[in-house]
């Protein structure tokens, strides 16, 4: 079946503080990975993503690591900044017309 | 240009009402779906549309009646709504070919049944 979950639920940070989310997945098909954001009464916005050749993609402060073998991922962001604060989603595809959602997880990067 | 637009923004509506969201693309997608963010800020997929094919239709109650005239537009009609129907429905749109790229979602459609 499909399983995706997030933790933590929820993280504060001390601003300049790194922050990490990990998603645990169940279904080996999965073979891309991303990473979106949604702030306060907006949309899920991509933000960064990997395919499943790759182990590890930076794009500035925020970076994604997969390890397929124990089917998890995990964003990592570096220097935190008040408007990082948001929820952040992993949705590992598991077919091909559909992501599952992970859990969430509320991040407080606190001034 | 808003590359998903969804309408109407908020919907405040009374119980038993019947009432549709609009959403259109216009990135060329080929591949739309329908999203419910619950208060708890879930996101549930309901439903997924291919080149205007129903392909998938997550177990929502059938009083939900999505329709796709055609691939750059999905609509999602509600009919005898209820309580438990309040929530923030996103549509979005994808290239599903590779799977690259991942949604882009529309600004959302904040239901409120009273």
């Known amino acids: 079946g499909e399983n995706v979950e997030q933790h933590p639920s929820t993280l504060s940070v001390q601003e300049g503080d790194s922050a990490v989310i990990k998603c645990t997945y169940s279904d080996s098909a999965s073979n891309y990975f991303p990473w979106y954001k949604q702030e306060l009464g907006k949309r899920p916005q991509l933000i960064i993503d990997i395919r499943s050749n790759v182990g590890e993609k930076k794009d500035q402060r925020i970076a994604v690591t997969l390890n397929k073998t124990a089917k998890h991922f995990s964003l990592h962001i570096t220097e935190t900044q008040p408007e990082d604060s948001a929820v952040y989603f992993c949705?590992?595809?598991?077919?091909?017309?559909?992501?599952?959602f992970g859990t969430g997880t509320r991040l407080k990067v606190l001034a | 240009d808003t590359a998903v637009s969804q309408t109407p923004k908020y919907l405040v509506t009374q119980m038993g009402n019947d009432k549709s969201i609009k959403c259109e693309q216009n990135l060329g997608h080929d591949t739309m779906y329908w999203y419910k963010q619950d208060s708890k800020k879930f996101l549930k997929i309901m439903f997924s549309?291919?080149?205007?094919?129903?392909?998938i239709n997550e177990t929502v109650p059938n009083r939900f009646s999505p329709k796709s005239p055609d691939k750059a537009h999905l609509n999602l009609h509600i009919n005898s709504l209820e309580l438990g129907d309040s929530a923030v429905y996103f549509c979005?749109?994808?290239?599903?070919?590779?799977?690259?790229?991942?949604?882009?979602f529309g600004s959302g459609t904040r239901l409120t049944v009273v």
């Open positions: 949705a590992p595809p598991p077919g091909t017309y559909k992501y599952i």
């Open positions: 979005a749109s994808s290239q599903v070919k590779d799977m690259v790229g991942g949604y882009t």
């Open positions: 549309y291919n080149n205007k094919e129903l392909i």
